[in-house]
């Protein structure tokens, strides 16, 4: 598998460092309200990313963060006159919501910031201990010049940033380019007792010190958005590599940005739609398939217009997979012909190009193309004349190729059936009110689809002929 890896700028082999497990981290949600539809970008390229790795058998140890203490939620809680803890409890729920509504895999597990506090505080000791980390005034800096590589990450050197940097210095750092790794604490904020008096930490150390406390010196991959590499990737990359003198990620994946005209969906541009918006007027598997119809290194642009097109997209997927339901229970013939037996093989050929797309740093936008192209090809080849076997055989291989997706995993005869049911209660009520004309178009209607109702003493049954 290659993994295009932005610490190098190019594809590599991805090697784990066990074999057949993946130690992940993804930087998440700070939870000081519901997250956008641009978040949802970035929770659901690395749901796919893991999705696939378990797909190829390895066993994903998928870390993702709440950050639950910083100036967004501290001023979030003020206004809302709550704690901060309490406006972090109530986001982490919604969190989950949107998430399971999109879903998402849960995480293996999601640490919060704030439970990190004392590991954070020693993560701190240990680089002033080891020269990297200077305290001013109950305030503890990092000194970029100190870490030799500082920069590496982004592709910056040291010198052009702090030539970029001298508007706006605080005097009291050594360096421009030195952050706070722990913040004295100031009126009306939350803070924990430290050797450099009641604080809290700085954003870029928790991911450092979690990462660390669950994954240990050196993870496999470490993940976020693209807004993330400069300066909070390079920030941990600095701190946890002084800190453990090992290489703190092999792979470092960052996924482009969702837009809208163009800019980066955020909510200080106020230019976003949260995910619960969305989620009330399209189907997960629409809104999925809409955000990996696009590599997730490319820019993709958020538009009704695209949000329509993926729905009809999946809607011509799911009549396949509603076609192969049907031929499931029509078909006379059992047993595979010799010519099936070899179209069989021909099907695999799709699931071989799905596989080296993806295997090629998740190219989701070529797969879901195979999975078209699959689907053209069975619903020509497959029908009432064919054999159980083989129409089992093309159901399970596209539901196969989606789920490391995470769509087309429903069943069309569920819906259906549903459907059906609430047809006939609409005709029984129909029927309450006289309103005969109503109660027989109805009945007239499901006749048509080939659905025949009869009434018994237990009350209306239906049955498909
Ligand atoms: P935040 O809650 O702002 O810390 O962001 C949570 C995650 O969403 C981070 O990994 C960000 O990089 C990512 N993110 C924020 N805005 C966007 C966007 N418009 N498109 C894609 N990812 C984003
Ligand atoms: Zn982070």
């Known amino acids: 598998m290659k993994v295009f890896n932005t610490m190098t700028r190019q594809k590599e082999e991805f090697k784990p460092i066990n074999p ?109 201990n080891k020269g990297y980390a200077y305290e001013v005034d109950g305030d503890v800096y990092f000194s970029t010049k100190k870490f030799k590589e500082y920069g590496k990450l982004s592709g910056q050197n040291l010198e052009d940033l702090q030539a970029g940097a001298r508007i706006n210095v605080d005097e009291r750092k050594e360096d421009p380019m030195d952050f706070a790794v722990w913040k004295s604490e100031k009126p009306g904020e939350p803070s924990w007792k430290s050797p450099w008096g009641n604080g809290r930490p700085g954003w870029h150390i928790e991911c450092s010190c979690m990462a660390h406390n669950l994954l240990g ?140 797309k993806m295997d090629d740093d998740f190219n989701t936008a070529d797969a879901i193309a195979v999975m078209f192209d699959l689907v053209r090809d069975i619903n020509s080849n497959i029908n009432a004349d064919s054999s159980k076997k083989v129409v089992d055989y093309a159901l399970s291989l596209i539901r196969e190729l989606g789920s490391p997706l995470g769509v087309l995993q429903n069943s069309t005869i569920c819906d259906l059936d549903e459907e059906i049911e609430k047809l006939v209660e609409l005709r029984q009520q129909a029927r309450k009110e006289k309103n005969w004309s109503l109660a027989d178009k109805i009945r007239d209607d499901l006749k048509e689809k080939g659905i025949v109702l009869e009434d018994t003493p237990q009350g209306v049954r239906w049955k498909k002929i």
Not at 26 to 48: K, Q, S
Not at 123 to 128: A, H, S
Not at 242 to 253: E, I, L, P, V
């Open 20 to 128: 057949n497990k993946v130690n992940m981290y993804v930087c998440g949600p700070t939870v000081y309200d519901f997250f956008h539809i641009g978040n949802a970008r970035t929770f659901l390229v690395f749901d796919t990313v893991r999705r696939y790795f378990e797909y190829k058998g390895y066993e994903v140890n998928y870390i993702q963060n709440f950050t639950d203490i910083d100036d967004k939620m501290i001023n979030r809680a003020n206004k809302e006159g709550i704690t901060v803890k309490e406006l972090g409890d109530n986001f982490i729920k919604e969190y989950y919501q949107d998430a399971d509504g999109l879903n998402i895999k849960r995480a293996t597990n999601n640490p919060r910031a704030t439970e990190y506090i004392d590991e954070i505080i020693e993560f701190v000791e240990d680089l002033i």
């Open 217 to 356: 010196d050196t993870i496999d991959i470490h993940a976020g958005g693209a807004d993330l590499v400069f300066p909070h990737h390079e920030n941990e990359v600095a701190q946890s590599e002084a800190r453990n003198g090992k290489t703190f990620a092999n792979y470092w994946m960052h996924s482009a940005y969702l837009n809208i005209d163009n800019k980066k969906m955020s909510k200080s541009l106020n230019n976003f739609f949260t995910a619960r918006e969305i989620l009330k007027q399209y189907d997960p598997e629409v809104i999925r398939l809409f955000m990996l119809s696009a590599h997730y290194r490319t820019p993709l642009n958020f538009s009704k217009d695209l949000l329509e097109s993926a729905k009809a997209s999946l809607e011509r997927l799911y009549n396949a997979i509603g076609n192969l339901e049907r031929l499931q229970n029509e078909v006379t013939k059992i047993e595979l012909t010799g010519q099936e037996d070899k179209y069989k093989k021909e099907l695999d050929l799709y699931k071989d190009k799905y596989i080296e």
